[in-house]
């Protein structure tokens, strides 16, 4: 089984309880610490055991294996990652069951993160992930008041959610280029400051 890790929590000594994105859920394992064992960390796409023992309170995470990635080593790419999927951790955590887009979307980011600028990267997922839950919003309206948005005043709140400059006190976007990001899930036509302060807007939650 393969998965991605998504989140960690340091138990007695040096166990760890570690939650996994796998094609289908979102897994709480159990794994002891062992010398032979290989370390686990965030972001980490990992094949894996599942090991169900009925004593324990927890099922096991055994006979790991590393999939790695390109970017591992470069610190910027990774901790742009680590953020990522954070968020995600966060918007999933109270869910166990899932379809198999959370874990493509990972999948098919992480293969882009080797070569594209990793903010565009995050920025084009997320996107698809707005749209897969339907939360994609209409740039006519402010989300806020509920008032027409003209076309040089449309900034973005939490979730992307579109509204005046003065309704989120914040600095407003290019909406043609907003749009086509919305539309095309495709950020070529966001300038790079742009890209910088929707990586903010994104940073603040899912």
Known sequence: MQGFILHTLKARDEDL???????????????????RHSIVHLGHKIDFEEQKDGGNFLPRLR?????????????????????FLKLLYKHLKDVEK????????????SKKL????????????????????GRIHSLERCYFCNELLSIEEIALSRAFLPSHSRCSYSKPFNQ????ELFNRGD????????????WDVLLEGF
């Open 176 to 179: 043609k280029n907003i749009k």
């Open 63 to 83: 006979n790991v294996t590393h999939l790695g990635f390109k970017f591992l080593y470069d610190l910027e790419r990774l901790k742009i990652w680590h953020n």
């Open 98 to 109: 899932l379809d198999s887009f959370y874990f493509e979307l990972l999948d098919d980011l």
């Open 17 to 35: 309880i570690v939650m996994i994105l796998t094609k289908n859920s979102l897994k709480t394992l159990y794994r002891f610490y062992g010398a």
């Open 187 to 198: 950020s070529i036509f966001v300038d790079d400051e742009e890209v910088d302060r929707l």
């Open 114 to 133: 080797t070569k594209q600028n990793p903010k565009r990267g995050c920025l084009e997922s997320y996107i698809k992930l707005l749209q897969h839950e």
